[in-house]
C-alpha cells in the first residue's frame, strides 16, 4: 500500500488511496524532494528496506510535495520523517528524473527536486523506508543509478 499525502496545511490531512495514487500519478508526473544532508562525516545515505529498489542505497527522500508547500518546507518536513533531524534548507541542487518508475506492476513518471541541507540537532534514525543510515565520504554500492549520477556530479563540481 502507498499513502501519499496530498495537502495539509491549512485544511484537512487528505491521503490518497492506492487506487487514487496509480489513478493520478499513471497520468502525470509526480513531484517530490530528495535530500543531500551533508555534514563532517560527509553525505547521509539511506539502505532503502522497500520497492522500489530494496537493498541498494540512495539518498533519504523521494517524500511528494504537498499541494501549497513550498520546496523548501517539503525538504525540512521529509529530512524530519524519515532521518529524525532537524535541518537548515541550504538550497536547490537540480533535480532527478524518473519517467518509468515501477510500483505494483505500475509505471509511473516521478521528478525529484533535490535539496542540500545541513542537520541543526536530532540523532539519526531511520524509519520505515530504511534499515540503516550512514554518512559516506564517497558514493556508497550498491546505490540507485540515478543518485549515484547525481552526488558524482555534485561531487565533482
Known amino acids: ?5 496530498c495537502y495539509t496545511k491549512g485544511m484537512s490531512e487528505y491521503k490518497l488511496t492506492d487506487g487514487e495514487f496509480f489513478d493520478i500519478y ?3 508526473p509526480r ?3 530528495d535530500l543531500v544532508i551533508r555534514s563532517d562525516e560527509g ?9 522500489p529498489h530494496a537493498g541498494f542505497w540512495h539518498l533519504p527522500g523521494g517524500g511528494t510535495v504537498y499541494k501549497g508547500e513550498k520546496i523548501s518546507q517539503a525538504a525540512i ?7 529524525g533531524l532537524d ?14 518508475e515501477m510500483r505494483n506492476g505500475a509505471s509511473i513518471h516521478t521528478v525529484s527536486i533535490v535539496v542540500e541541507v545541513r542537520p541543526r540537532s536530532g540523532n ?14 564517497d558514493v556508497p554500492n550498491p ?3 540515478e543518485h549515484a549520477a547525481f552526488v558524482l556530479r555534485l561531487l565533482n563540481q
Open 77 to 83: 518536513r521529509v529530512a524530519k520523517n524519515e532521518t
Open 124 to 137: 539519526v534514525r531511520p524509519d520505515e523506508n530504511a534499515k540503516e543510515l550512514k554518512y559516506f565520504r
Open 31 to 33: 513531484l517530490n524532494v
Open 143 to 145: 546505490i540507485i543509478q
Open 43 to 51: 553525505i547521509l545515505f539511506g539502505l532503502r528496506s522497500i520497492e
Open 1 to 5: 500500500m502507498f499513502v501519499c499525502v
Open 26 to 28: 499513471g497520468k502525470v
Open 87 to 100: 535541518v537548515a534548507y541550504i538550497g536547490d541542487r537540480g533535480f532527478m528524473e524518473f519517467p518509468s
